[in-house]
Nanobody
Framework: VQLVQSGAELRNPGASVKVSCKAS????????IDWVRQAPGQGLEWMGR????????KYAFKFQGRVTFTADTSTTTAYVELSSLRSEDTAVYYC????????WGQGTQVTVSS
């Protein structure tokens, strides 16, 4: 099982960013993919999850309206898009899947700075 994320991103405040998570080694449509982030000096913060089979999503209340999860079954890739970025969104973003054990992507650094 592998989750490979896209590279680091630098954005200005107010912009959007889209991070990808390419999954392999298991049945992509059979397991939800969760997204979390970790800001500098902070703990992990759960953002939500997507069911790749039907695109069903669940968002943490804090991120509703500003975060969008999508999944492309043809490429077995999940995406998180965050809009209206602010400096507080600077963090490492991770995807993970639970197949008994949890498998994690390597993380994507998103930096929001003018």
């Amino acid at each position: 099982v592998q989750l490979v994320q896209s590279g680091a991103e630098l954005r200005n405040p107010g912009a959007s960013v889209k991070v990808s998570c390419k999954a392999s080694g298991y049945m992509f449509t059979s397991y939800d993919i969760d997204w979390v982030r970790q800001a500098p000096g902070q703990g992990l913060e759960w953002m939500g999850r997507i069911d790749p089979e039907d695109g069903g999503t669940k968002y943490a209340f804090k991120f509703q309206g500003r975060v969008t999860f999508t999944a492309d079954t043809s490429t077995t890739t999940a995406y998180v898009e965050l809009s209206s970025l602010r400096s507080e969104d600077t963090a490492v973003y991770y995807c993970y899947v639970r197949l008994g054990s949890a498998f994690w992507g390597q993380g994507t650094q998103v930096t929001v700075s003018s």
